[in-house]
């Protein structure tokens, strides 16, 4: 079957930190990964995807590389701010889309 | 105004109760989904539907039905309450044309008691 999985949190880190948040998938294919972003009291907005492996998605200074040999899609950001204080969820896509499936999420805390 | 609209935001409860949790969307897209929040759990995917005759169900659609009204409006019932499941609830959309981006709501916390 298809699942995700991400490190537990939560991650706390100072301001302008070097951050790295895992995650690995078990998928039957090539699926779809994409990072979702949940601020607080709001739903969830997609952050970035990557369709296909070694592809690069990226925004607003996160980054994550496909790799289909390790399974993973780890995001990273090169400084964090207090404000990208928030959950973040991996998931992945079947190529048939039917849905997503979603990691458990890690909750980041930033301090100034 | 959202795209994704979800009411009511907050709803408390008590076990035995039908509550109705509902939701609509300006986006246009064809597809809408329910999900549910749990800490620890992640999102969990309740019911699905592709258009307005397609419903399908979801990894935990036990003791939740659905109801596609209109390409705009999905509706989550819980028949009878429990306790358990006291969540946070999220309606999302998402264009026909897959690009596997899903458009969430705010969301409904509802408790029961």
């Known amino acids: 079957g298809n699942s995700v999985t991400q490190m537990e949190g939560p991650v706390t880190l100072s301001e302008e930190a070097f951050l790295t948040i895992n995650c690995t998938y078990t998928?039957?294919?090539?699926?779809?990964l994409f990072w979702y972003v949940q601020y607080p009291g709001e739903g969830l907005q997609l952050l970035l995807k990557?369709?296909?492996?070694?592809d690069k998605g990226s925004n607003k200074g996160f980054e994550a590389t496909y790799r289909k040999e390790t399974t993973s899609f780890h995001l990273e950001k090169g400084s964090v701010q207090v404000s990208d204080s928030a959950v973040y969820f991996c998931?992945?896509?079947?190529?048939?889309?039917?849905?997503?499936?979603f990691g458990t999420g890690t909750r980041l805390l930033v301090s100034p | 105004d959202a795209d994704v609209t979800q009411t009511p935001r907050n709803r408390i409860t008590k076990t035995g109760k039908r509550i109705m949790l509902e939701c609509s969307q300006t986006?246009?897209?064809?597809?809408m989904y329910w999900y549910r929040q749990d800490p620890g759990l992640g999102l969990q995917l309740i019911y699905y539907?592709?258009?307005?005759?397609?419903?399908n169900k979801g990894e935990i659609s036990d003791g939740y039905s659905v109801s596609r009204q209109a390409q705009a409006k999905f509706s989550l019932s819980l028949e009878s309450a429990i306790p358990n499941q006291t969540a946070l609830y999220f309606c999302?959309?998402?264009?026909?044309?897959?690009?596997?981006?899903?458009?969430f709501g705010e969301g409904s916390r509802l408790t029961v008691l």
């Open positions: 539907s592709f258009d307005v005759k397609d419903i």
């Open positions: 986006k246009g897209h064809d597809r």
């Open positions: 990557a369709t296909k492996a070694d």
């Open positions: 998931a992945l896509s079947p190529k048939s889309f039917q849905k997503l499936v």
């Open positions: 998928a039957t294919g090539y699926p779809s």
């Open positions: 999302a959309t998402g264009a026909r044309a897959n690009t596997g981006e899903l458009f």
